[in-house]
């Protein structure tokens, strides 16, 4: 019985959330006190789509189909499969404004947002989609856009009907936003006032869930309707008809939409006016909206160049674009988020559910991974702090109160229907034990200077928490060492157990798991935490002793060469139970015997040296961790040799940036099972370029012998790694999650603005 309620009271402390004050003062994010970010962009999962940052929030959102495709062929969320050739922020201020390209095929969709306060509801806001199709003569393709507004769970919704077909404007209530009126206009030619001929179709339907929208609109296409504008040839096309209901889930809310077909070149718009701003000065639409759109743009190109300063640098206006289209991808991929996590705990039988949190945050990819990452937050956050210091406050503080009583927070952040839609069940638990490198740190470093001290005081004791969790649960084998825990259980299955936890996934680690073993890249995350807990600590004047002095121990440039110097590599290296004789290897197909189905041949691993404990022969990023983080001394007998190591073309050096795993590392492109090709074994990878940029103009501007040198190494890779992201977004339209290290290709999933965005940051040259 005692043991049963061991395992029962860790299981509740699991989903205990942390017992401090939260970070965030309730209410401080609702549309009283913060009305400026109550509506936005912030449903970064479809192309184009607004909603408000509220639990059960109502939606916008736009569709579009190309008649020519049939009714397959509906865009609603970003999918990699949609093929399309580009789409992305342009411009976005991450509050009010914002511009979006897209390719379809040989159709051209712009997207354009602007906000207008008031009231107390969060203000107006108004929206115009400008269709182009650059096809050579012929009949222009038919294009529907369907515009829809969804409730979830709470709020009224009734439509306004001309001509019982035409959805002129819906109006509605909900407990956030109070009432509001929303108005399709009808769409003009291009970028005239002429109205256009279009036919209009509208949906009334009950939602089973935000997640399943598309799924509704689709079931309810039909292609029996005609296009038939007055004189022309007539053409037959999807539009909704009824909607029969779809299997299985009960209503959730409302859906109304809007459907408009016509001939591009056109242009629709769209108002939300909400109910408490009174006295405007018109509806924001046509030339008010032309107006307010030019003044937008400029003063996003003002502040952009006040902030990052790229053409008094000297940058081409094209590469200016570029870094603007960087910075507002990620700006425009801010979500709001809202559910439960799903946790696992080591010894527990079943995953638990989290209690309910929100999660104001950007992502790493509209597309393939549209929801939070703690370590790749910390990255977005170096950017978005320089823009808006107060809004990354914000995410900041919203990421440290999902912290639990145990002082742990969740690596990746599935919160909410629609965002679990997007992942395979397997890929939903979060363990209990797995860390994330506190990268927030590194963002709130570099907040702290100008943080108001309340917002400081209110983080503190979260951030002891966190820290302490770092401390207590992935401590070493020996004094001041570091283990990341929860690597892939059952090596036999993988060339080498991948390291979640660290980030750096299936970055070659001890061959056989084991609690002897140290990763170097943690103990320097430590060093980081504990000199940005001092920090912190200093600007409140609270006790900073403990935390400089664990900042000293793990910085004292003798105990890392004693713990992490690997003499027969030549590099900083981790230490474990290893074999380097370990190979993947065809096992053959096993005929069928009495009660078992003939298997297929698959990869297994193979050991022919027995595991002993030694140095990682793996020399990589994690090798360059000392010097990355800056705790190697400017003076110290060790900078040579990781320098080389960088500049060595068999080694990390590349035309295009640093690459993760040597060339000449046995690991280097080694795929870890059948199914998993090389991730961090050799590819090019923004986030930890520019950290070496940093600690490299670092060491340039420090007293020391290797003072040239870093300076000419920082230049080099400065200019490698612009010149390729840019190359390479010009050429395919998008940023990229990592990078070819033969070819400089854009690799992995796109769009990834994510930390592939520091590219903005390496142009202007702040650290
Ligand atoms: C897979 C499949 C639609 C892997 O950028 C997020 C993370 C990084 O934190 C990490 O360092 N990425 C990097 O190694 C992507 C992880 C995606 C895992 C989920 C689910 C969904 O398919």
């Known amino acids: 019985a005692a043991a049963e309620w061991k395992r029962w009271s860790a299981a509740a402390r699991l989903v205990t959330p942390h017992p401090a004050p939260p970070a965030l003062p309730p209410g401080s994010t609702g549309p009283l006190a913060s009305p400026q970010r109550f509506w936005g962009t912030y449903r970064p999962h479809v192309y184009f789509g607004m909603k408000t940052r509220s639990p059960r929030a109502l939606v916008t959102g736009l569709m579009w189909l190309r008649q020519s495709e049939g009714g397959g062929g509906l865009r609603h969320t970003c999918e990699q499969s949609d093929g399309l050739s580009r789409y992305g922020w342009l411009m976005h201020d ?121 799924e509704v609109v689709r079931s309810s296409l039909s292609d029996r309707f005609v296009f038939a504008p007055p004189g022309r040839p007539r053409r037959r096309f999807f539009a909704v008809d009824a909607f029969r209901g779809l299997p299985g889930e009960a209503p959730r809310g409302r859906l109304l939409l809007h459907q408009v077909t016509l001939e591009p070149p056109s242009t629709a718009e769209v108002t939300f006016e909400s109910g408490s701003a009174a006295g405007r000065p018109g509806r924001l639409a046509g030339a008010a909206l032309s107006a307010a759109l030019g003044r937008h743009a400029a003063a996003f190109e003002r502040r952009f160049e006040e902030t990052f300063g790229l053409g008094r640098k000297g940058f081409p206006p094209a590469q200016r674009r570029f870094a603007q289209a960087a910075l507002s991808e990620l700006l425009g991929g801010l979500g709001y988020f809202h559910g439960r996590s799903l946790v696992q705990a080591p010894l527990q039988e079943r995953p638990v559910p989290a209690p309910e949190a929100a999660l104001f945050t950007a992502v790493p990819s509209r597309s393939f991974f549209p929801r939070g990452f703690l370590w790749d937050e910390g990255f977005h956050q170096l950017l978005l702090a320089r823009w808006d210091p107060a809004l990354s406050r914000e995410v900041v503080a919203h990421w440290l109160d999902l912290m639990n009583a145990e002082g742990w927070i969740p690596r990746e952040q599935i919160l909410g229907e629609e965002a679990r839609a997007k992942v395979p069940p397997e890929f939903l638990l979060q363990h209990s034990e797995t860390a994330n490198p506190p990268t927030l740190l590194l963002a709130l470093q570099r907040l702290l200077p100008a943080a108001p001290p309340p917002f400081l005081r209110r983080l503190f ?59 170097l890249d943690l103990r320097c ?67 069928p015997a009495p009660g078992r189905p003939p298997s297929a041949p698959r990869l297994v691993r193979e050991v022919r040296e027995a595991p002993r404990p030694r140095f990682v022969e793996a020399l990589g990023y994690v090798s360059l961790f000392p010097l990355l983080l800056q705790l190697l001394r400017p003076d110290s007998p060790r900078l040579p040799a990781v320098l ?87 050429e395919s339209g998008f940023l990229w999650e990592h990078y070819s290290d033969s070819t400089g290709r854009g690799q992995g999933c796109h769009p990834f603005a994510g930390w592939s965005a520091l590219v903005v940051l390496v142009m202007a040259e702040d650290y």
């Open 525 to 591: 995350w430590m060093a980081l935490a504990s000199r940005v807990l001092a920090e912190v600590a200093e600007r409140l004047g609270e006790p900073a002793g403990p935390y400089r002095e664990m900042e000293r121990a793990l910085s004292d440039n003798e105990l890392l060469e004693r713990l992490h110097w690997a003499p027969e590599l030549g590099a900083f290296a981790d230490y474990g139970n290893h074999s380097a004789a370990v190979g993947l290897r065809w096992q053959p197909a096993a005929p």
């Open 94 to 214: 991450g509050e009010n404004f914002g511009v979006q390209e897209i390719r379809d095929g040989d159709l051209s969709l712009k997207t354009e947002f602007v906000k207008r306060p008031g009231g107390e509801h969060g203000g107006d806001w108004s929206w115009r989609v400008t269709a182009r199709t650059e096809g050579a003569g012929g009949p222009a393709p038919l294009l529907s856009l369907f515009f829809y507004v969804a409730t979830d769970g709470q709020g009224t919704l009734r439509p306004h009907l001309e001509n019982g077909t035409r959805l002129a404007a819906v109006t509605g209530t909900t407990e956030e936003l109070g009432d509001f009126t929303l108005t399709f206009l009808r769409p003009t030619a291009g970028s005239g006032e002429d109205p256009k001929y279009a036919s209009y179709h509208y949906l009334e339907a009950a939602s089973p869930g935000l997640h399943r929208l598309t």
């Open 644 to 730: 080389a190591a960088m500049r060595s073309e068999r080694q990390l050096w590349t035309p295009f940036g640093l690459r993760s795993l040597a060339r000449d590392s046995p690991l280097y492109m080694r795929r870890n099972t059948q199914h998993d090709p090389p991730y961090w074994r050799g590819s090019v990878w923004v986030n930890i370029n520019y950290l070496a940029l940093r600690a490299l103009s670092g060491y340039a501007g420090a007293e020391g012998p290797q003072r040239e040198r870093a300076a000419e190494l920082y230049r080099e890779l400065r200019h490698n790694l612009v010149a390729n992201l840019y190359r390479q977004y010009a």
């Open 461 to 519: 004791p979260r951030l002891r928490a966190w820290y302490d969790w770092y401390n207590r649960t992935q401590a070493g084998p020996l004094p001041l060492t570091f283990r990341w825990r929860g690597r892939d259980p059952q090596p036999e299955r993988f060339l080498n157990p991948k390291t979640l936890a660290s980030g750096l996934d299936d970055y070659p680690r001890a061959s056989h798991p084991s609690p002897e073993e140290r990763h």
